[in-house]
């Protein structure tokens, strides 16, 4: 069945420096791969939509200069969260899907950023 | 701007009782509407998805009813078991592009 794995499964960073995360798709070709924010008590927020091949997408609130992305291919991406501060902290989330019609997302369990 | 609302934030409901999460969205691009379950310290995982050309679908026993002309949609869990005590998120793509998330649904049923 299709996968995904994410790691690290948590981390801490101090204020100021930077933390890379990143997702595996097993099992199937990740065409798109989309990176989410759950900060506390809150929904997921989109960061960015990245799919092979084309450029990717960053929201309002999200930059690449802050949150920059790698999708090098179908299998991996990383994103790392420069320069962290406490309002960074919560949990990251990757989904990916194969393909570009409407298949569903898979979603790793996540990477939870403390920053102190 | 929050595009996929959600009520109630939380819901208490006994054991076998049909718990009714409701959801609603602005873009009527919207076209694929999946639903996703999550427990404390992990990722959401899919639930039961309905397309807008459908205004039911059932699996087990999970029931989507969706309104497209009022935007709006809700899962019914249907003789709910404290194992079903979890977070549950609405999410709205649009024709394979972006996917975004409701506000959530704490669920809780007790024995």
């Known amino acids: 069945g299709a996968l995904v794995y994410q790691y690290p499964r948590r981390t801490i960073c101090k204020s100021g420096t930077s933390m890379r995360m990143e997702c595996q798709a097993v099992?199937?070709?990740?065409?798109?791969v989309a990176w989410y924010r759950q900060s506390p008590q809150k929904t997921f927020e989109l960061i960015a939509l990245s799919t092979v091949n084309s450029a990717i997408k960053y929201e309002q609130n999200f930059t690449q200069e802050k949150f920059p992305i790698s999708h090098p291919n179908l299998s991996f991406s990383s994103m790392t969260v420069l320069n962290a501060y406490l309002e960074d902290r919560g949990l990251y989330l990757c989904?990916?899907?194969?393909?570009?019609?409407?298949?569903?997302?898979?979603f790793g369990s996540g990477t939870r950023l403390l920053v102190i | 701007q929050q595009q996929v609302r959600q009520s109630p934030q939380s819901l208490t409901v006994w054991e076998g009782e049909t718990a009714i999460l409701n959801c609603s969205y602005e873009n009527s691009a919207f076209d694929y509407f999946p639903w996703y379950q999550q427990f404390p310290g992990e990722g959401p995982a899919l639930l039961i998805a309905i397309r807008s050309v459908s205004d039911k679908k059932e699996d087990g026993g999970f029931t989507i009813f969706f309104n497209k002309r009022e935007k709006n949609l809700s899962l019914h869990i249907k003789d709910s078991q404290p194992g079903d005590s979890a977070t549950y998120f609405c999410a709205a793509t649009n024709s394979g592009t972006y996917q975004r998330f409701g506000t959530g649904t704490k669920l809780q049923v007790v024995p």
């Open positions: 099992g199937f070709q990740a065409t798109s």
């Open positions: 989904g990916a899907r194969e393909g570009t019609g409407n298949s569903d997302y898979t």
